[in-house]
Structures are given as C-alpha cells and as structure tokens.
C-alpha cells in the first residue's frame, strides 16, 4: 500500500508558520503589562450608547463586548492547528482551544493581576477627581 501524497506539501508548512506568527502575536496581547483595549476604550464607549438605543442590541454593554473579543481572539488557534492535525483527527482543534484559553486567562489572573488592580485603581482616581 502506497501514501497518498499531499497535494500541497509545503502547505503544512506555511500553516505552521502562521500558527506560530498567531501563538506570538497571542502572547504579546495577552502578557501586554496594559490593557490592549486601552487605546480604543474611547471608540467602544462612543459606539456602546449607540447600541443601546436599539431594541435589539440595547443589552450589549462592554463585558459583553469584551467575552465576545475573547471568543473572537481564540477561533485562529482552531483554524491554524485543525490542518496540522491528522486528518481523521481535525475535529480536535476545536476542544483543544477551551483550556489553552483556560489557562492563558488564569496566567493573565495570576502574573497580569496587577495590571487589572492598578487599571481599576486608575479609574476610581479619575472618577474621584472628576466628582471633586
């Protein structure tokens, strides 16, 4: 019996090359020492009043916005190891993305930490002195 030969195989590689180049650019977001929204905070509070005068999307507020760009940032590492994985096999992409966001969350929680506590404490300052 003979392998059936790949079509592309130099496709695998530039898949990996991709990965890799997504798994970098993943970690620099994630490990930022500031919060990576920061520079459009502005644009996602001008757009959330907007949303909030429609019916159908008047529930939205930024946690909503924030989980959903979680989910968003995560679908790449499915799309990118689905065809490096063998191919009765592929369909592992999927659950293999739960706990690699799992545990990129608890080590944001964990080393990053200080980085949420210090945001907060920055917006309860500016809060206090725009009240005063």
Known sequence: ???VAEPYPNARHGVLVLLVVYLVTLAFTGFWPTPV???VAGFIGDVLPMLHGNAMTSG???ANVEAAANIVLFVPLGLLAAPLLPDRHWWL???VGLPVAAAFEA???LVLGLRL???INEECH???R???
């Open 1 to 3: 019996m003979s392998a």
């Open 37 to 39: 929204d920061r520079p």
């Open 60 to 62: 939205i507020d930024y």
């Open 93 to 95: 992409a999927a659950p």
């Open 107 to 109: 080590v944001q929680l």
């Open 117 to 119: 506590r210090e945001h």
């Open 126 to 128: 500016d809060n206090y």
């Open 130 to 132: 725009q009240n005063s």
